[in-house]
């Protein structure tokens, strides 16, 4: 059992937390919002700016049809009444609000299903206050010290400290981006959930190109799949998935050859976060409900898992895939879960969890928490990152290790462990200002330990 | 000490013989088990009426208790069935892919296609005239009671009858027809493994989806074809004419029948493609040496047949990846003897499948570099001698400068390469007769338009007829590349667990072999596709039931040789300094080391 009331107090407002054992790291990037130019206005509300022309019936159906599909058909026939047949009308008026009643019908059982796909993925985003956020989305690349940096203004940067040129990816179809990573065992692809598409850009590193052209990514596209909120590679480089809110099927894709394939499960009315296991035997899955699954990657079965309260918040695998670390939303408690006989475990934090992040060592442990209402913290204590040492042996269990903090008025939204930082665990933090910090943490992990220990032993027998 | 090998040849034949056989009998049970259903509810769709549901359900029920419900219905086992044991006379992993019109127009007419498309028409026939006797009313007799002129009652055609079994054996024609165009005898393997029953229920919904549209196209073109031939003196309806034919309930019947024939089809397709790819898990090694036939390392040595061949090198790919056990036993040493004969055997193979692939990339890069460099040569030289020269073709002594010996090995050396035999790679399979052999086998030798490297002369003299597109002389180069993918896959994953796993240090012999091939074939497939349209991407049609993996195959090849190279080069990192290789290769591989690729 586990508590911030077991941390040291955070530190006074104006100071900043810098690492663990007082060192810094000079690489740290500002995006201030000025200096990005949003979209001033969406491309459905452009209608407004045109003068209204009247267009015949059929090109007006074929234009609902394009847009709005077969309820913007059955639409665009109903409120043309004087132009149609009366029966025409009458009966796609009355298809209409049958289809209405069982939209509204299936909302009220799954009511995520009734947003709109912004504020779906402000909602099911790892990242917390997903729509006003400068940095959207952050990666590290898993085997070199490149990361790319997804923007408000749907661009994505990529920054290389061997290399002097940045480039910038556009897309027509990169908008509203969720998440970004890096494929594994591999120098140059990048996937990129989007609102509609998934894009796979491939930027060549030794290329001087500042602005790759969108023939560099691939578009994978499947009916209903959309918006995607949640990707994952397989840490073998070969499958990625991506999961939609609204698509109760989770796609597992072949990216070379651009195929996909569905793996349906009825139950959950969508998939929304997902973190496949360093070790690649698992993929973690959560659903809109309070229900996730395990699924084990070598024939594509799955395990249920309900949760009494909420949703699966957030999720994150030890290092050698045999824990799962899991949040419920609405609670305040970290649960953890094992594939083998040894026991569960869990632990009380003291606020509501926004995402979790295991540093590749199994050391250290970063929880986003969104706002805190502790004794000695006041309720309106902005977001803040605490970190929790982890020990595995003899029990698993997490010890109070402190909390990082930004500037005065900033709040940590998004928030990554470097895959390969060589002393010890390396936090990068997208604050709400728009800066990206890093954040070491200096240690020796247990491993390294043994290894130094054996060394001493050695010298001394020599 | 060596291992008794293996005197084994009609035994070996025979059992995979009845490995084959059994799958394709379960799945072919399967599609008979699931006909019941798929029938009832085809009677009761085509029988429906919204006026009168009530009697609609009872005639249907009534009907599906009779004498010739039970025989339409033993007649439509008979052809599933027949359907099921073409699909594993005519199934190929390895797909046939026509470098142009002409090419394609030569398996159309191959003479076994043409049996193929007999059958097909014959149990159109059959399947549409238990669709006649299961719609009942008008359809239900092939002659009708008429009065002649002179009021005496006599038997005219009841062409509605007729028309229906003629759509029958169209949709059958064109099924088999479709199936060469759209390779639909092509079964690939998925990358993404899952159970028989979840594989079959995903794709249901597309396989029904598929036969509704694929049935309404062929309907469509009946329909004209029948417009313009459909005479019959004896008939009491006539229906070619134009509101003869634009009855909406007889559409609707040809619709849903075409519909009900292409869905058993296409649903004995997918279970036969289901059953024969599923995982098998071969031994490593047995400790009975009258089992070593039936063990992975001989098996994948095995030439034939490929299916086989496929499920082991799929089953290596599998094991290095999941299997730490078996892995182990991949690395162990024989006993007595110590060595490692596991790991020599299927490296050994491995190696060799992916050398086979880097030379026909270099021969045939070759080839279209010659071609360019023949054709600026031949300008250049025909002043000098232009008597001998015949026009703008280059003259065979130029053309001798392209490496035959090369194409010798590709060609003639591998007769399974897709090079060689773009028709009917499982012609030595024990199902193949004698006599189909015997017609095919010249044919594959010496025509020329079935080889997709042809010479250069032959292609510019007629330029139209032989036209080709260079995408699909790349997807025919990679026809057969899944198994080069598993190989990557499987030396890969081998090489990264031996870090940790192989104890006698049986891998790092072949290191520096594996670790060159790769490059070697990395930079093949680097040249191969720079060339133009190589790298175009082909459009995807969802909504058939041929399988367009193929396509993409050369994609997939070269992201997992890229992936198989780094995995090894994250795993040993700085250690690979010390293996032996060529400086170009190790600038190669510096690129690598440095995430530069």
Redesign the interface.
């Known amino acids: 059992m586990c508590s911030l009331a077991l941390f040291p107090p955070p530190l006074p407002s104006g100071q900043t937390t810098l690492c663990e054992s007082n060192n810094e790291l000079p690489l740290s990037l500002f995006f201030p919002r000025e200096s990005l130019k949003l979209h001033c206005r969406t491309e459905s509300s452009s209608k407004a700016a045109f003068l209204d022309h009247s267009e015949t019936l059929w090109m007006r159906s074929a234009a609902a049809w394009r847009d709005g599909g077969f309820t913007g058909l059955l639409d665009e026939i109903t409120n043309s009444n004087t132009e149609v047949p009366k029966w025409l009308s009458v009966s796609s008026g009355c298809t209409l609000a049958l289809l209405r009643w069982f939209s509204s019908f299936h909302g009220s059982l799954f009511p995520h299903l009734t947003m709109s796909s912004e504020d779906m993925l402000a909602e099911f985003s790892q990242v917390l206050n997903w729509s006003d956020c400068v940095v959207r989305a952050f990666a590290w690349h898993p085997h070199t010290d490149k990361f790319a940096v997804a923007l408000l203004d749907d661009s994505i940067k990529i920054y290389n400290p061997k290399s002097a040129t940045t480039p910038t990816l556009k897309h027509r179809l990169q908008r509203s981006v969720a998440a970004v990573q890096w494929k594994p065992l591999c120098a140059t692809a990048l996937a990129v959930a989007c609102q509609n598409c998934l894009l796979v850009w491939h930027v060549d590193p030794c290329s001087l190109s500042t602005r790759p052209s969108s023939g560099c990514a691939q578009v994978l596209s499947h009916p209903g799949h959309s918006p995607i909120t949640s990707i994952a590679w397989s840490p073998s480089g070969s499958l990625l998935v991506s999961a939609s809110p609204m698509d109760t099927a989770m796609m597992v894709w072949d990216v070379a050859s651009e195929s996909g394939v569905p793996l349906q499960r009825v139950g959950g009315g969508g998939v929304t976060f997902l973190s496949w296991s360093p070790d690649g035997s698992h993929v973690l899955a959560s659903t809109p409900s309070a229900l996730f699954r395990v699924w084990e990657t070598r024939m594509w079965t799955c395990e249920r898992w309900p949760c009494v309260k909420g949703r699966c918040q957030s999720g994150c695998w030890s290092p050698d895939g045999s824990r799962l670390l899991f949040t419920v939303q609405g609670e305040t408690v970290i649960y953890a879960l094992t594939f083998t006989d040894t026991p569960g475990y869990l632990s009380h934090v003291g606020g509501e969890i926004q995402s979790l992040a295991w540093d590749p060592t199994g050391e250290r442990l970063a929880v986003l928490l969104k706002g805190l209402s502790h004794i000695f913290l006041s309720a309106d204590r902005p977001a803040i990152i605490a970190v929790f040492k982890t020990r595995t042996n003899p029990i698993f269990e997490l010890l109070p290790c402190g909390f990082v903090q930004g500037e005065p008025g900033t709040e940590p939204r998004l928030m990554q462990f470097h895959p390969n930082f060589q002393h010890g665990a390396l936090l990068t933090v997208c604050w709400s200002s728009g800066r990206i910090t890093h954040m070491p943490f200096y240690f020796l992990s247990a491993g390294a330990q043994r290894s130094l220990a054996l060394k001493a032993r050695n010298l001394r027998f020599l | 000490e060596t291992r008794t090998t293996f005197n084994r040849g009609p035994q070996r034949s025979f059992e995979c013989m009845w490995r084959d056989m059994g799958n394709a009998v379960a799945s072919i049970a399967w599609a008979v088990l699931l006909l019941p259903p798929i029938t009832a509810v085809f009677v009761i769709i085509s029988r429906f009426s919204l006026l009168h549901p009530i009697q609609a359900v009872s005639e249907c029920l009534s009907f599906l208790t009779s004498a010739s419900a039970i025989f339409s219905f033993i007649l439509l086992c008979g052809v599933i069935i027949m359907v099921g044991f073409l699909n594993l006379e005519y199934y190929t992993v390895i797909p046939t892919i026509a470098c142009s019109k002409i090419a394609l127009l030569g398996q159309l007419l191959h003479p076994r296609q043409f049996v193929n498309s007999l059958g097909h028409c014959i149990m159109g026939i059959i399947v549409a005239w238990c669709c006649a006797i299961t719609v009942g009313g008008r359809y239900e007799t092939i002659a009708d009671p008429c009065a002649q002129g002179d009021g005496s009652p006599q038997m005219c055609l009841n062409e509605y009858h007729l028309i229906l079994l003629l759509a029958g054996a169209f949709v059958g024609f064109s099924h088999s027809l479709l199936g060469v165009i759209y390779n639909m005898n092509y079964v690939s393997f ?6 028989k029953y ?1 594989r079959f229920k ?1 794709s249901l919904s597309l396989v029904l989806k598929c036969s509704a549209t694929q049935a309404l196209y062929s309907v469509r073109n009946y329909i004209v074809v029948y417009f313009f031939l459909g005479k019959w003196s004896l008939s009491v309806h006539p229906l070619d004419s134009i509101a003869g034919l634009l009855d909406l309930s007889l559409l609707y019947h040809l619709w849903i029948s075409a519909s009900f024939l292409l869905f058993t089809w296409h649903l004995t397709l997918l279970l036969f493609r289901v059953f024969v790819t599923e995982v098998y898990s071969f031994p490593v090694q047995s400790s009975f040496t009258e089992d070593a036939h039936q063990c992975l390392p001989t098996v994948l040595t095995d030439k034939q047949p490929m299916i086989l061949k496929f499920l082991a090198l799929l089953d290596l790919a ?1 094991l290095s ?2 299997s730490p056990s078996r892995r182990s036993e991949v690395f162990s040493l024989s006993q007595p003897g110590g060595h490692p004969h596991n790991w020599n055997a299927i490296s050994k193979e491995c190696l060799s499948l992916l050398a086979d692939l880097t030379q026909r990339l270099i021969a045939y890069h070759d080839t279209v570099a010659t071609n360019g460099r023949a054709k600026s040569l031949s300008t250049g030289s025909e002043r000098k001698t232009s008597s001998e020269s015949s026009g703008m073709f280059p003259r065979p002594t130029l053309l001798m400068k392209t490496p035959a010996s090369v194409f010798a090995r590709s060609i003639v050396g591998c007769p399974q390469s897709p090079l060689t035999a773009p028709f009917t790679p499982d012609l030595d399979s024990p199902f193949a007769s004698p006599a189909l052999r015997r017609l095919t086998a010249p044919m594959d030798q010496c025509s020329p338009w079935f080889g997709t490297v042809q010479s250069p002369h032959i292609m510019r003299r007629v330029p139209k007829l032989w036209s080709t597109s260079t995408g699909e002389k790349s997807q025919a180069l990679f026809a057969d590349s899944q198994a080069h993918i598993w190989a990557l ?1 499987g030396l890969s994953y081998l090489v990264q667990s031996s870090f940790s796993e192989d104890q006698f240090g049986v891998v790092q012999t072949a290191l520096p072999s594996i670790l060159s091939c790769m490059l070697g074939l990395q930079e093949a497939v680097d040249r191969h596709f720079k060339l133009p349209h190589a790298s175009s ?1 082909p459009v ?1 049609s969802a909504s058939s039931m041929g399988d367009s ?1 193929h396509k ?2 050369r ?2 090849l ?3 040789l ?2 198989s190279i ?2 090894i080069t ?1 795993t040993f990192g700085n250690h690979l300094n010390a293996v032996k290789m060529s400086a170009e290769h190790r600038k190669r591989l510096q690129q690598f080391l440095e ?3």
Do not use: D, N, P, S
């Open positions: 998925h990358t993404v493994q899952q159970y979840l995903g599998l990846q999941h896959e991407k995807r993996t993409t195959l994609f997939a070269r992201a997992t890229k992936t780094y995995r994250t995430y530069k690729e």
